[in-house]
T-cell receptor, first 114, second 112 residues
Framework: ETGVTQTPRHLVMGMTNKKSLKCEQH?????MYWYKQSAKKPLELMFV???????ENNSVPSRFSPECPNSSHLFLHLHTLQPEDSALYLC?????????????FGPGTRLTVT | SQQGEEDPQALSIQEGENATMNCSYK?????LQWYRQNSGRGLVHLIL?????REKHSGRLRVTLDTSKKSSSLLITASRAADTASYFC????????????FGTGTRLQVTL
C-alpha cells in the first residue's frame, strides 16, 4: 500500500441513503484529491483540496459533498445518489497541488448504487 | 482538451517480450506521468517526465516524450506476468489550473 487508506473498500447503498467515504494519508502531503473511475471512461477529477482549502470542483453534482477537516483526512459525503454514480472512487494525495509531483492513490471504494 | 489517449487499448504479449504503449495529447503540457493500475485497485505512479526532457528510465521502464508530436511512449522490457495491469498516461499543466488529465488506458496482458 502507498500510505493512503480508504474506507470502506466496498459500499452498496440505495438511492435514498446517506453515506460517507473516508480517506486518510500518512505521507505529510498538503494536497488531496477525489477521483471517479467508471468503466470505459478516463479517470475524472472531482475535487482538489490544498492545505484544507477546496481549490477545484470539477462541476460535480451537489449530491457529492466533500469535506477536508485537516491535511490528512478527506471525506466524500454521499446523498441521494443515482445508479450512474456507481463507480470506483479513488482518493489521492501529493506533496503540493502541482502536477509536477506524483500522486499517491488509495485502493479505492467500489460504490454500487441500487 | 489536453486529455491523453493511449494506444493500443489492449495488448497481449508473452513473458519476456517487450511492451510498448503510446499516449497522444492535444495541448501544451508541463509534464506527463505514467501510472499502473492492477484490476480494481488504486493507481501506482511509474514515471514523471517534464516537457524539457526527452527520455527517462526506471528499471525495466523507458519513457519518451516528443512535445513536437504531442506524444509519449512507455516501453516495458522483458515483461513479466506481474506486469499485467492497465497503464495510464496523465498530462499536467502547472499554475492556477494545475491538474492531471488521465487517458482511458492500455490494458496489458502478459502470459506465461
Amino acid at each position: 500500500e502507498t500510505g493512503v487508506t480508504q474506507t470502506p473498500r466496498h459500499l452498496v447503498m440505495g438511492m435514498t441513503n446517506k453515506k460517507s467515504l473516508k480517506c486518510e494519508q500518512h505521507l505529510g502531503h498538503n494536497a488531496m484529491y477525489w477521483y471517479k473511475q467508471s468503466a470505459k471512461k478516463p479517470l475524472e477529477l472531482m475535487f482538489v483540496y490544498n492545505f484544507k482549502e477546496q481549490t477545484e470542483n470539477n462541476s460535480v453534482p451537489s449530491r457529492f459533498s466533500p469535506e477536508c477537516p485537516n491535511s490528512s483526512h478527506l471525506f466524500l459525503h454521499l446523498h441521494t445518489l443515482q445508479p450512474e454514480d456507481s463507480a470506483l472512487y479513488l482518493c489521492a494525495s501529493s506533496p503540493r497541488w502541482d502536477t509536477g509531483y506524483e500522486q499517491y492513490f488509495g485502493p479505492g471504494t467500489r460504490l454500487t448504487v441500487t | 482538451s489536453q486529455q491523453g489517449e493511449e494506444d493500443p487499448q489492449a495488448l497481449s504479449i508473452q513473458e519476456g517480450e517487450n511492451a510498448t504503449m503510446n499516449c497522444s495529447y492535444k495541448t501544451s503540457i508541463n509534464n506527463l506521468q505514467w501510472y499502473r493500475q492492477n484490476s480494481g485497485r488504486g493507481l501506482v505512479h511509474l514515471i514523471l517526465i517534464r516537457s524539457n526532457e526527452r527520455e527517462k528510465h526506471s528499471g525495466r521502464l523507458r519513457v519518451t516524450l516528443d512535445t513536437s508530436k504531442k506524444s509519449s511512449s512507455l516501453l516495458i522490457t522483458a515483461s513479466r506476468a506481474a506486469d499485467t495491469a492497465s497503464y495510464f498516461c496523465a498530462t499536467g499543466v502547472t499554475g492556477t489550473a494545475s491538474k492531471l488529465t488521465f487517458g482511458t488506458g492500455t490494458r496489458l496482458q502478459v502470459t506465461l
